[in-house]
């Protein structure tokens, strides 16, 4: 099993920057990928961004120019560097971690990240 603590949400004024942590604990040896999500009220979850632990990362093309994603050298810990926040980018932000095993996917309890204009 592994556990998925994030952290760094909170609330922001438009323009502003955040950082999201998010740790894995447990048995991470499935691990091969963590990833941010989001979802905003009254929307779908979304995927934001993936780094694999072959330090290999991808973010989608809405966030690319402003969010960055990166992960600690022991791979157990993602990180999402939000810059130049909008409001619409208010969301409960959600981290993932799977691997080639597909019963290896776990997600965190999300954290809240509000924008204010």
Same mark, same amino acid.
């Given at each position: 099993?592994?556990?998925? *603590? *994030? &952290? !760094?949400?909170?609330?922001?004024?438009?323009?502003?920057?955040?950082?999201? &942590?998010?740790? =894995?604990?447990?048995?991470?040896?499935? +691990?091969? =990928?963590?990833?941010?999500?989001?979802?905003?009220?009254?929307? #779908?979850? *979304?995927l934001?961004?993936?780094?694999? /632990?072959?330090?290999?990362?991808?973010?989608?093309?809405?966030?690319?120019?402003?969010?960055? +994603? &990166?992960?600690?050298?022991?791979k %157990?810990?993602?990180?999402?560097?939000? %810059?130049?926040?909008?409001? #619409?980018?208010? =969301?409960?932000? &959600?981290? %993932? =971690?799977?691997?080639?095993?597909?019963?290896? /996917?776990?997600? !965190?309890?999300?954290?809240?990240?509000?924008?204010?204009?």
């Amino acid at each position: 099993q592994v556990q998925l *603590e *994030e &952290s !760094g949400g909170g609330l922001v004024q438009a323009g502003g920057s955040l950082r999201l &942590s998010c740790v =894995a604990s447990g048995d991470t040896s499935c +691990i091969t =990928a963590m990833s941010w999500y989001r979802q905003a009220p009254g929307m #779908e979850r *979304e995927l934001l961004a993936t780094a694999t /632990n072959g330090d290999n990362t991808y973010l989608e093309d809405s966030v690319k120019d402003r969010f960055t +994603i &990166s992960r600690d050298g022991d791979k %157990n810990t993602v990180y999402l560097q939000m %810059n130049s926040l909008k409001p #619409e980018d208010t =969301a409960v932000y &959600s981290c %993932n =971690a799977d691997g080639l095993d597909t019963t290896c /996917n776990y997600w !965190g309890q999300g954290t809240l990240v509000t924008v204010s204009s």
